[in-house]
């Protein structure tokens, strides 16, 4: 599986928004960049994911670099409930399963 | 719609002794997965069944671990016997066919071995 790259951890103030990134620099034409996010004491919550095109639902805006080697999560309006570790995954076409790394660690502070 | 169910939430046995965790997927879900994540170490693939057919389990650590999909709909993985490093948190995954279609994950075991 391609490998992503993603901060430690990144801080957020309420209401704000907040973009987090990641790097995929050896992704290949059928890798799906997905989204998940883990808040604490429950599992892996589906967020978001995209191909090529820009993609906004209820919950965010991900934007992928017109080379696909990096993507951006973008969460319009910081909340506290948003606290939890949001992983970056490369999801191959044909392949069902997920490769978790060890995500980014946002902290929203009120 | 429910949402992916886990059973037990909590599970503390001693090693030796052999524990079921079992997983009920949202309605529909042709697609179970099953991951764990040990101690301070990251979020692991284990297997995946299509219906009751075991697609992919490279991910088995080795062959305590039993994972069953009787009739495609709940699962159970059978951990005997325990071994302290099987402590962790067990998650199930269910997803729809097709490209792309997310994985709706329940909230865990937690399963401590002492």
């Known amino acids: 599986d391609a490998k992503t790259t993603q901060p430690n951890s990144m801080e957020s103030n309420e209401e704000e928004p907040v973009h987090l990134p990641c790097n995929h620099s050896?992704?290949?034409?059928?890798?799906?960049i997905h989204w998940y996010r883990q808040l604490p004491s429950q599992g892996p919550e589906y967020v978001i994911h995209?191909?090529?095109s820009n993609v906004n639902n209820r919950m965010a805006s991900l934007a992928i670099a017109e080379d696909r080697k990096s993507s951006t999560l973008i969460l319009h309006r910081a909340t506290l409930r948003d606290a939890a570790v949001y992983y970056c995954?490369?999801?191959?076409?044909?392949?069902?399963?997920?490769?978790f790394g060890k995500g980014t660690l946002l902290t929203v502070n009120p | 719609e429910a949402g992916v169910t886990q059973f037990p939430s909590h599970s503390v046995i001693e090693k030796g002794q052999t524990v079921t965790l079992r997983c009920d997927p949202i309605?529909?879900?042709?697609?179970l997965y099953w991951y764990r994540r040990v101690m301070g170490k990251e979020i692991k693939f284990l297997l995946h069944f299509v219906k009751e057919s075991k697609q992919d389990e490279s991910g088995m650590p080795n062959n305590r671990f039993l994972a069953e999909r009787t009739g495609g709909t709940y699962s159970t993985l059978k951990v005997q016997p325990a071994e302290l490093e099987d402590s962790g948190v067990y998650f199930c995954a269910s997803s729809h066919s097709g490209l792309g279609s997310p994985l709706h994950f329940g909230n865990g075991t937690r399963l401590t071995v002492t």
């Open positions: 309605s529909g879900h042709d697609n």
């Open positions: 995954i490369l999801r191959r076409g044909s392949n069902y399963k997920l490769t």
């Open positions: 995209g191909l090529t």
């Open positions: 050896t992704i290949s034409g059928t890798d799906y």
